[in-house]
């Protein structure tokens, strides 16, 4: 088992690096453009998973236990905010039968 | 760290308590509960202690502004009374989820470690996110809490990347460490750091609702309920700028010169936006939400003085700013309640009818304004000097105080509305009686700290 850390180290840092970057943006780009509550709630799992894995890389190549604690920390709290989450989408559907968030416009300043 | 453990538990226990038929005791329950923290808390004052392997630290920063969430929800709660009686109303949950949120307010202003940011601000979070949506049938909230939720998310995973890229460029999630990290390389950081700086920056702006990363607040202010928006944009808030100052305090004091800017920017954003965006608003509610985005800006500007008066002034003008927005929000909750309208026009001749709300009403907006003889007064007085002992930014609270006087103009309108305009019915409020208590306490409160300012100003 402790192999896995050498095993990630066969890989340089900077692609971990610019591949969670990649993963962020795509996620910060989903959530920007994209209309179904859903999909966008994905997108922001996709950022949460970057962190993870940009986490995970740096802490094998620090030796580092703190971080990949970080990483269980985030896993859970993102479990607690799915059950909120798809709570409130849940509630939503049921009152306007859909999970389009532009119909969702009763407020405007 | 009790405190966290006391309101954790009766946070379950309230839970159980609401299994009960009569939800009569539950108020009276609450508002013990809440007693006891409080003072189980100022046990802690003069006795710095730190838990879990250094990542909490209890000190009388911590302890202060502990102080002031655990009071200023002790406040809160009597307003609740109307839910004593609605059927749907889910009380023991609402009093629960209350509780555990203040627990994430206190990991807020106590973590030691990255990690205990990012757990206190969840906490606080999630639970808001489901108060924010507790009208399950009023579109309106349904709107409000998937907002909420979304862009809460969206900013925590910013947070996140922030912290990550920090920890990349310094190797810790200590925020001592990170301060001495930089320290230790002479001031020079790499791209990476002030990628993560900037990147918590905008993730923490986001939660004390400053601009440009605003645009949620009067949307989500005005969809949830007026009980729950009054938590948001007190406790909330508090917590959110005293982690702010912690962090830049401990983590980026070295980095000053590198965040300065950007901060310096945000707070004549948040205060620009805030101060003309309350003045077209026809809803009192709304104005309210947008008037709490205006003194986000004058809490930041306590932070980018960045000075030894920088910790109290914050701390003074949370209070003030807490009191005397519960006692608006309570009163908007009691007219709102009773007239089916949040609008200006809705407190018409509130002065005639119900003599004490009005009182308390106006007290509490020349407590926001900022008129003499009120905490709000104060507050501003003391966050204008600490910013003043750097000369050169006067611009900034030249700046601040003519929009300051911009929000005379927002705060008077509801007076006028009380006092001058003339009603359609002249129908008296019905106010129960831990309400009414507690709004003579925050207006006998509010004039006391414009009288004696030195109660508060001086304890930290």
Not at chain 1, 10 to 33: C, D, H, K, R
Not at chain 2, 139 to 147: F, G, I, M, T
Not at chain 2, 351 to 372: D, E, H, K, Q, Y
Request: charged share 10%; net charge neutral.
């Amino acid at each position: 088992m402790n192999q896995i850390p050498e095993v990630i180290r066969t890989i340089p840092l900077e692609y971990y690096l610019f591949f969670s970057a990649a993963l962020f943006s795509i996620g910060v780009i989903g959530v920007l453009t994209r209309r179904n509550a859903i999909i966008i709630f994905m997108c922001v799992e996709l950022m949460l998973n970057a962190v993870n894995l940009l986490l995970t890389a740096l802490a094998s190549y620090r030796g580092d236990a703190s971080a990949q604690v970080f990483v269980f920390f985030i896993m859970a709290v993102a479990a607690a905010e799915v059950c909120v989450g798809l709570a409130i989408i849940v509630m939503t559907y049921r009152n306007i039968r859909s999970t389009d968030v532009q119909l969702l416009n009763y407020l405007k300043w | 760290m009790t405190s966290i453990i006391l309101l954790s538990v009766f946070g379950i226990a309230n839970l159980f308590i609401g299994f009960m038929k009569s939800k009569r005791i539950l108020l009276p329950l609450a508002i013990l509960f809440l007693i006891v923290v409080f003072g189980v808390n100022l046990l802690s004052w003069n006795d710095t202690q730190s838990y879990f392997n250094n990542m909490l630290t209890i000190d009388n920063y911590a302890v202060a502004f502990t102080g002031i969430m655990v009071l200023t929800t002790l406040l809160l709660v009597p307003f609740s009374q109307r839910y004593v009686n609605e059927k749907d109303s889910n009380l023991a949950e609402y009093y629960s989820l209350l509780l555990f949120s203040l627990v994430g307010a206190i990991m807020m202003v106590s973590y030691e470690n990255m990690l205990m940011l990012f757990v206190g601000i969840e906490i606080l979070s999630i639970a808001m996110y489901v108060v924010a949506g507790s009208n399950k049938k009023s579109l309106r909230s349904n709107e409000a809490a998937l907002k909420y939720f979304l862009m809460g998310a969206f900013f925590t995973g910013i947070l996140l990347f922030g912290i990550v890229m920090i920890y990349g460029a310094t190797g810790t999630f200590n925020i001592t460490e990170i301060g001495a990290a930089q320290i230790a390389t002479g001031g020079v950081m790499n791209s990476m750091f002030i990628l993560g700086l900037l990147l918590v920056v905008i993730g923490i702006s986001f939660k004390i609702s400053a601009a440009p990363f605003h645009f949620w607040t009067p949307d989500v202010y005005e969809g949830a309920p007026t009980f729950f928006t009054a938590f948001m944009s007190t406790v909330v808030k508090t917590a959110g700028v005293a982690a702010f100052f912690k962090l830049m305090a401990a983590a980026f004091a070295a980095s000053y010169a590198a965040w300065f800017p950007t901060m310096i920017a945000i707070t004549v954003l948040t205060l620009v936006v805030g101060n003309i965006g309350a003045v077209v608003q026809g809803s009192a509610k709304r104005m309210l939400a947008y008037s709490s985005i205006s003194h986000a800006g004058y809490l930041l500007m306590s932070l980018i003085a960045f000075n030894e008066s920088s910790a109290s002034s914050i701390l003074f003008y949370s209070l003030s700013y807490a009191t005397a927005s519960i006692a608006a929000f309570g009163v908007l909750m009691l007219v709102a309640d009773q007239k089916g309208s949040e609008k200006y026009e809705a407190f018409n001749g509130l002065g005639r009818t119900n003599p004490l709300l009005a009182f308390a009403m106006t007290v509490s907006m020349l407590s926001l304004a900022g008129i003499p003889l009120t905490a709000g007064f104060f507050a501003k007085f003391f966050v204008f000097s600490a910013v003043l002992q750097d000369s050169s930014l006067m611009w900034l609270v030249i700046i601040a105080v003519i929009l300051a006087a911009v929000g005379i103009y927002y705060y008077f309108r509801v007076v006028i509305a009380m006092y001058m305009q003339p009603a359609d019915n002249y129908e008296k409020i019905r106010v129960g009686s831990f309400a009414s208590f507690t709004l003579i306490f925050i207006t006998v409160l509010t004039i006391l700290l414009g009288i004696a300012p030195a109660l508060v100003s001086d304890i930290l």
